[in-house]
């Protein structure tokens, strides 16, 4: 009874020194096996539509947000923007907005501007600066 605790050891033993003496073509088996494993600790990437994978900037147009700050430090400028859902993002240059691949060319104290690409109608791709502008006093900033 005392040897049965002992006796998962003494198979793990046996195996690894069968698998040292083993032909390399059975070890090239194992490894293959070992790197097709799944490992438990990870999470599986589902294969979905890339349009889950999106942003909260890029499910809406460029114009439907606006701008309502601009923080400036040593060397980085951040806008703060207000979607249509009212949440606030801070971006910066080369960022991500809107639905038609836009990207934040430049920021300046009193606007932003985007570049978006837009099919024309004869289908070339055309790029299209949309420019989205410090919200003034009288506009209500806190409201759509």
Do not use: C, H, W
């Not at 570049?115 to 070339?124: A, F, Q, Y």
Request: aromatic letters at 4%; charged letters at 25%.
């Amino acid at each position: 009874m005392r040897l049965l605790p002992i006796l998962p050891f003494v198979s793990l033993i046996a195996s690894a020194a069968l698998a040292a003496s083993a032909a390399p073509e059975l070890v090239g088996r194992v490894t293959e096996v070992v790197k097709t494993t799944r490992d438990p600790f990870r999470r599986e990437r589902k294969a979905g539509p890339a349009a889950l994978n999106v942003s909260d900037l890029e499910r809406y147009p460029a114009e439907q947000f606006r701008l309502s700050g601009v923080v400036s430090g040593i060397g980085k400028v951040k806008a703060m923007l207000v979607g249509p859902n009212n949440k606030t993002y801070f971006v910066s240059e080369n960022t991500k907005i809107g639905m038609r691949k836009g990207v934040i060319m430049l920021i300046t104290p009193d606007q932003i501007t985007v570049r978006e690409r837009v099919v024309s109608p004869i289908g070339d791709e055309e790029n299209v600066d949309v420019i989205i502008r410090l919200a003034t006093n009288q506009e209500n900033v806190g409201n759509p």
